[in-house]
């Protein structure tokens, strides 16, 4: 059993920059591909970026060239960093961990979890 914990979200103005962080209760390091996805009020949850076992990132259009994944196997962290935010990245960012090394970008080939972190992008 996999255990994830995101945070780092918060409230900022267009343009600036936020980290969020996910934890992971074991080891995920050459084990698990993880991945970010968000989901807005009212919205279907949308694939943000991703970075398989192998260390191959993948990203969504609408995030390519400002956000940054990335992992850190000694913290056993995973992190998205976020610039030039945008209103329209406002929603809740869900961590997630595939270990069966499914499709990246759909949400239902990820078996594992966090909670979630409001990010909110104000104008």
């Known amino acids: 059993q996999v255990q994830l914990v995101e945070s780092g979200g918060g409230l900022v103005q267009a343009g600036g920059s936020l980290r969020l962080s996910c934890a992971a209760s074991?080891?995920?390091?050459?084990?698990?591909?993880m991945g970010w996805f968000r989901q807005a009020p009212g919205q279907e949850r949308e694939f943000v970026a991703a970075?398989?076992?192998?260390?191959?990132?993948y990203y969504a259009d609408s995030t390519k060239g400002r956000f940054t994944i990335s992992r850190d196997n000694a913290k056993n962290t995973v992190y998205l960093q976020m610039n030039s935010l945008q209103p329209e990245d406002t929603a809740v960012y869900y961590c997630?961990?595939?270990?069966?090394?499914?499709?990246?970008?759909?949400?239902?080939?990820?078996?594992?979890w966090g909670q979630g972190t409001q990010v909110t992008v104000s104008s």
């Open positions: 074991g080891r995920i390091s050459n084990s698990y591909s």
């Open positions: 970075i398989r076992r192998s260390g191959v990132i």
């Open positions: 997630a961990a595939d270990p069966d090394s499914g499709s990246y970008s759909w949400w239902r080939a990820y078996e594992y």
